[in-house]
């Protein structure tokens, strides 16, 4: 099980003990889900309703003219019958989605989704620097800490970026993905998934374990840039989606990133004192010193790919 944090207790007798069960989330699993998070329950109701009819809207019809079903069908017709198989599309994933920026064209249907969405960015952002801080806390770093690191320069601002996905039934799940294996190249991910359809699944000591769909939960996962500044005492985890042939799920993750300009390494005062042991224990002298925009030319190539490796690549640039 994915541990259930309410994180309306940093507020109170109990904060010690939250501050305790999120460190151990970081540090244990690399996911962690919230609860009492300060995000009203009737906003999210309407992200629910208002992503749902765009996907009926404006993207079911194009879904069932795109390159995966396209894909699939070829395969299993190759293969003579719903029955055969002879391979697997692995460079393939059953996934409609479409990426909210500031800056970007929203979708136009339903009318009230861009006021909903916009709602909802602004109250994630605000949620994604809250854990932020309570990370500098349990790493001992001082406040604004990691959200300093992802502005880069003086003017600079972290990226916010929002994807909203759907994964439709799915008439042959064996056969292909719902989102392939990876981690994230960024910062701190929050997702608003899907409470009745699941799928989300995280990679824990070679077993893959069901991120178990919660109502009006939020799911934080940390990103590559999170593992180098706490230089390996958080690691990202590896995390996918499967294809179903029932429901179509939903799922909006958010993804507070640095600046393509910041320059990301392991917090210096995690670097003191640091013995031998702990640093071969935590990958200290591994992580190498870089822009974040370096890392992400890396990234979108090797995305499914182990993510050693692009620390090595991006410490050659």
């Known amino acids: 099980m994915i541990p259930v ?8 007798e109990e904060r010690l003990t939250t501050l305790a069960q999120i460190s151990n989330g ?32 404006e993207r079911e019809e194009g879904f069932k003219d ?6 699939l069908n070829e395969l299993v017709d190759h293969d003579n019958g719903p029955k055969g198989r002879s391979q697997h599309l692995d460079n393939v994933d059953w996934e409609d989605v479409f990426v909210l920026q500031d800056d970007t064209k929203w979708p ?18 605000k949620l994604a620097e809250k854990v932020m801080e309570v990370m500098d806390e349990n ?31 799915c008439p042959r799940p064996d056969l292909v993905h719902g989102l392939r ?34 109502a009006n939960a939020i799911v934080i996962n940390t990103g590559d840039q999170i593992e180098v500044l706490s230089n390996g005492l958080y690691k990202s985890a ?6 179903t042939q029932n429901g179509n799920r939903r799922s909006i993750a958010s993804f507070y990133n640095p600046s393509l300009s910041a320059t990301i390494a392991p917090a210096k005062k995690l670097l003191e004192g640091q013995t031998m042991k702990e640093e071969e224990e935590h990958g200290g002298a591994g992580y190498p010193e870089f822009m974040f925009g370096d890392y992400m ?13 692009r620390f090595q690549a991006v410490r050659a640039m």
């Open 26 to 57: 970081c540090e244990e699993r690399g996911f962690f889900q919230l609860i009492n998070h300060g995000i009203p329950a009737e906003l999210l109701e309407q992200v629910k309703k208002v992503c749902s009819e765009c996907f009926k809207l």
């Open 139 to 169: 790493l001992g770093l001082e406040k604004g800490y990691i959200k300093e690191a992802f502005c880069g320069s003086e003017d600079g601002q972290p990226f916010f970026g929002t994807k909203v996905s759907h994964y439709p039934p």
């Open 297 to 309: 030319t890396v990234y979108t190539k090797q995305k499914f790919l182990p993510k050693e490796p």
């Open 181 to 214: 294996a990876h981690t994230d190249a960024g910062g701190v991910i929050l997702l608003f998934q899907d409470d009745q359809v699941g799928g989300l699944q995280v990679l824990k000591d070679g077993q893959w374990i069901d991120v178990q769909p919660l």
């Open 108 to 125: 136009s249907q339903p009318p009230e989704f861009k006021e909903t969405m916009k709602e909802y960015r602004a109250e994630l952002k």
């Open 5 to 12: 944090i309410d994180f309306s207790k940093l507020d109170g």
């Open 66 to 71: 795109s390159d995966p079903v396209h894909l």
């Open 238 to 243: 590896w995390h996918r989606v499967l294809a």
